[in-house]
């Protein structure tokens, strides 16, 4: 049933923003610090998990894609209510850390597109 995909995507939330806290706390930023990114790594892997398993039944993976593919307007979402200038003024910890990000996910697709046989 759809629902249990909604219901998936809602653990997996709880546990990725309980994350990003402590994530957060950790980095000694007042904010959740990748909580929706971990979220949705979290249902991929749930996902992945269940299809080895033979767990997935259709209308669960029905909830699941579902959510996969509002992914993006729901990032967008909250990335609105950001406040991008506290979080730059918060110091260099903030700045080199989305420096290290930002470089560390290009060199991630660079990698990706070598070894899947990524568009030439």
Do not use: D
């Not at 420096?99 to 560390?104: E, F, R």
């Amino acid at each position: 049933m759809a629902i249990y995909g909604t219901a998936l995507l809602a653990l997996c939330t709880l546990l990725g923003v309980a994350l990003g806290e402590g994530l957060g706390r950790l980095l000694h930023v007042k904010a959740n610090v990748g909580g929706v990114g971990i979220a949705m790594l979290l249902l991929i892997l749930a996902k992945i998990w269940l299809m080895r398993r033979g767990k997935l039944t259709p209308g669960m993976r029905l909830g699941v894609e579902f959510w996969a593919m509002m992914y993006i307007p729901i990032v967008v979402a909250m990335a609105s209510q950001q406040n991008v200038l506290a979080a730059v003024e918060g110091g260099p910890m903030v700045l080199l850390t989305g420096a290290l990000v930002v470089a560390t996910c290009f060199g991630l697709v660079g990698l990706l597109g070598r070894t899947t046989g990524g568009a030439r």
